[in-house]
């Protein structure tokens, strides 16, 4: 391998795509951006080379999509495109004509398919012998309220496909609850699931696997996040167990790629896989500044790279908005100042200090969508490049 590569990093919009970016050029690799979005956090970072901005939007048009992607690595001599963001998925449905111009770092699009569903996943994840929580399949509102009326205790009702734990709920006393009107209505088309709850302690992982051996690997406890969805704070928790299912879980498929799951550990430390994203994640966030964190996205050097830093670090506007919202008692409130005063803001960096700024013009792009179209932020953020298992 080359010691200077030149990668595509397409998904410039999330802090994660920035943090790997960075990862890449301060490695000594050449970092192009393509991102369909107006204005993204990478466009005018100093470890980006060349930013492709508005490129035809996947979701929309994924064919045309496609073809700019075969272009700018035509044009820019891409040793690797590494897909961060939903978009993925429309990378993995072209992939075959993307590796005519370089390696991609993605699965076919019916192992994605297969992740990215909450309902195939959970299979696979039995599989490989996980606990997972009981978990009904619905396609009708009948169905719903009967799944509801034999659960037997609280439940989580979530759309199959879905992302920042968005449209989910908590339902406490599924019994009282079945006859409300305000239930969501399941389709053929748009199945969701009624799971069972799992009161604990939120993991998460992210790993990089290169046929099937882990290169890269962090965890970290889910303590901050944005109203239930995202997790806004990081720490390392090298937790054995969840390492030792993610292990087994890419060898036993032999994958190749970037994978994360979602875990709750009950008060009896019993460890229920959730769900799986198949894609970059804020994880990558407790890799700052090791070199070779960024070699793992190239080659399986027959280990894997773990993070050596201890100290934790956040997403600082979001810490400020969302964790300050989420302070419901003194106990709270104390951890927050006390995370909020220790942690790194994973945006802001001297040396690199333009993207910082730039996420405000971005957020304001977004609150003027979310005006316009009367969608939240967050669906927002993602409309061009969510994926909802439509067929290519």
Partial sequence: ?????????TGGRAPATLELARLLGSAGHRVIVAESARRHLCQHSRYIERSYQQVPPPRQQPDAYIEKLCEIMQREGIDLLIPTCEEIFYVSQGRDQLLDYGEVLVEGIEVLRSLHDKWLFAEMAREVGALVPHTVRVQSSAQLREAMLQAGGPVVLKPVYSRFAAHVRIVADPLSAAGQSTLPEPTVGQ???????????????????????????????????????ASI???????????????????????????AFDFIENEQGELYVIECNPRLTSGVHLFTGQHDAATAYFSDRGKTVFPVGKQ?????????????????????????VSDLLSARDALFRWDDPRPFFDQFSMLADLAWQSFRTGKSMIACSTSDIEWNGEEA
Wanted: net charge positive; hydrophobic share 40%.
């Fill in 1 to 9: 391998m080359n010691t200077k590569q030149s990668v595509l990093l």
């Fill in 312 to 336: 934790a670090c956040m997403l600082g506007m979001a810490m400020l908005t969302y964790g300050l919202a989420g302070m419901t008692n003194g106990e709270k409130a104390k951890r927050w």
């Fill in 191 to 229: 199945p969701w699931l009624v799971q069972q709850f799992i009161k604990g302690k939120q993991v998460c992982s992210y790993a990089v696997a290169l046929d099937g051996q882990l290169t890269l690997y962090a965890d970290y406890e889910t303590t901050h996040t944005a109203g239930q969805g």
């Fill in 233 to 259: 704070y990081f720490a390392y928790s090298d937790h054995p167990q969840v390492r030792d299912f993610v292990s087994r879980f890419v060898q036993r498929h032999t994958f190749r790629g970037q994978i």
